[in-house]
């Protein structure tokens, strides 16, 4: 018997979850799709073999819930669902700084599994972290497990506070990313090079540092090891990284990593 999924909003992170749980185990998932608009829930239904619903009632009886709707937009997604989704039913939810106890209250089910994942989950390169209260069924958090590991790596926390924490790395981290490769290839383009060699030279430097890191660094003495490895005094890399350090750049990322926990602090008590 397949395990029937309903599908709570179609943005980017729950299609990657569903495109990727459906490449992966298309015999083993039912996938029901809901959004208001019904457009972006039709697209992802054929693209899995599911069913749109027309409306939340479509969505009674199913043995998962994938919540992807805003955060904000949470308090009428409950209301809109209410008496549909069953005590027992196991909801995952991806809303950033929505607890558990909000959502187990909003929608009337006893077991959550929060979980942050991050858009690399698109090409099957996320990283998910994953919170579950003491006492949840095992073979819930085993489903979790599963439905996760279809797009990427899985990381379990212990703590519900610890999602605050983890957010503006594994969530928002794709965007500095983003950034700095974009910061190395316009100042290759303003240097001459044209903009497809610039893009493409950028992106191989951060993938072939990340393999690297991948293969050969295990703690962080072993990081500053391959950092150093690259850095000769009175080189090129030692003048770029103490240019770096002499206008505070780390404490500005510092700042702005605080500032982001902040926010996913806030998002909890909307």
């Known amino acids: 018997m397949k395990t029937k999924v309903g599908v709570i909003g179609c943005g980017n992170m729950n299609q990657a979850i569903v495109l990727g749980l459906y490449d992966k185990l298309p015999d083993s998932f039912e996938f029901i799709t809901y959004t208001p608009s019904k457009v972006k829930a039709q ?25 992807g709707c805003k955060p904000q937009q949470f308090g009428e997604v409950a209301k809109d669902f209410s008496g549909t989704t069953s005590e027992d039913a196991l909801v995952v939810s991806i ?24 858009t690399p989950a698109l090409v099957g390169k996320g990283v998910s972290a994953l919170y579950c209260e003491k006492g949840l069924d095992p073979l819930n958090k085993d489903l979790a497990h599963l439905i996760l590991s279809s797009v990427g790596s899985v990381f379990e926390l212990e703590r519900e506070e610890l999602m ?16 700095w490769t974009n910061i190395l290839a316009s100042f290759l383009k303003s ?33 500053e090891s391959l950092r150093d490895q690259v850095t000769s005094k009175g080189g090129v890399t030692a003048v770029l990284l103490d240019t770096i350090a002499e206008e505070g750049q780390k404490e500005l990322l510092q700042k702005a990593l605080s500032s982001a926990k ?8 909307i």
Not at 54 to 60: I, N
Not at 95 to 118: D, F, W, Y
Not at 200 to 217: E, R, V
């Open 43 to 67: 697209s992802l239904a054929e693209g899995v073999n599911g069913n749109c619903a027309s409306t939340p009632e479509d969505l009674s009886g199913c043995d998962v819930y994938l919540l």
């Open 95 to 118: 809303l950033a700084g929505t607890t558990v106890e909000t959502i187990k209250q909003g929608l009337g089910v006893s077991s959550v599994i929060r979980v942050m994942p991050n």
């Open 164 to 179: 605050d924490l983890i957010t503006p790395v594994s969530g928002s981290g794709p965007a500095l990313v983003f950034e």
């Open 191 to 223: 240097g001459g090079l044209d903009e497809k060699q610039s893009l493409d030279m950028a992106i191989d430097t951060i993938i072939g540092s990340a393999t690297l890191m991948k293969q050969n660094a295990t703690n962080l003495s072993e990081l």
């Open 262 to 269: 902040a926010r996913s602090i806030e998002l909890s008590k």
